[in-house]
């Protein structure tokens, strides 16, 4: 993860040199605020929020603690490279919709649908966001209205970078012992 992702309104030499150095601040440190990368590299809160805000977009960074009440303060962790490479574009549907449910703090299933690499029938992500708010992944953050808004979610189980999928199992269920089998899908 070398150099700075953020580059547009940093033109000049000495200005892609703070961000480099912001950068390396925030690698070096991991778990940052924006008063760290301030002090780290002597510039403005307000530019460290511009720089921060860009490389959240990008993914880099994630938002870990804070912008809640009582906690005003935004604590921020560098991505691990592993896990920006699994960008938006690659994967199927699901994949997609899990990473961009995973980047956002706050999504419908028309966003999904939208910031998907593949096309995605926003019935499609309703669907997926239902079977998830099933299985205790997501919680209800603004109800939807009938045939005029869709339900607003936030992700409160987030496992990992593999999306969660709705699986058919075939197994024996034996009542007599109260155990459950799997079979092998030829059936033996």
């Not at 760290?36 to 002597?42: F, P, Y």
Request: aromatic residues 6%.
């Amino acid at each position: 993860m070398s150099g700075s992702p953020y580059k547009a309104p940093y033109k000049s030499a000495a200005g892609l040199a703070i961000l480099e150095a912001a950068w390396a601040s925030a690698v070096r440190l991991q778990q940052f605020g924006y008063a760290e990368i301030a002090s780290a590299v002597s510039i403005e809160i307000k530019r460290v929020m511009q720089i921060v805000l860009a490389w959240e977009t990008e993914g880099k960074v994630r938002l870990i603690r804070g912008s809640n009440r009582g906690r005003p303060r935004k604590i921020f962790e560098v991505v691990p490279e592993d896990e920006v490479k699994s960008a938006p574009m690659m994967g199927d549907a699901v994949d997609q919709m899990w990473l961009t449910m995973r980047k956002f703090k706050s999504f419908g299933p028309v966003d999904l649908a939208a910031h998907c690499a593949v096309t995605v029938p926003v019935e499609d992500a309703r669907t997926y966001c239902r079977t998830l708010l099933a299985a205790g992944y997501l919680r209800v953050v603004q109800k939807a209205v009938p045939g005029q808004k869709e339900a607003i979610y936030r992700l409160i189980r987030e496992t990992g970078s593999k999306a969660p999928r709705k699986r058919r199992v075939t197994c024996i269920l034996d009542d007599n012992l109260g155990t459950v089998v799997p079979m092998s899908e030829d059936g033996l």
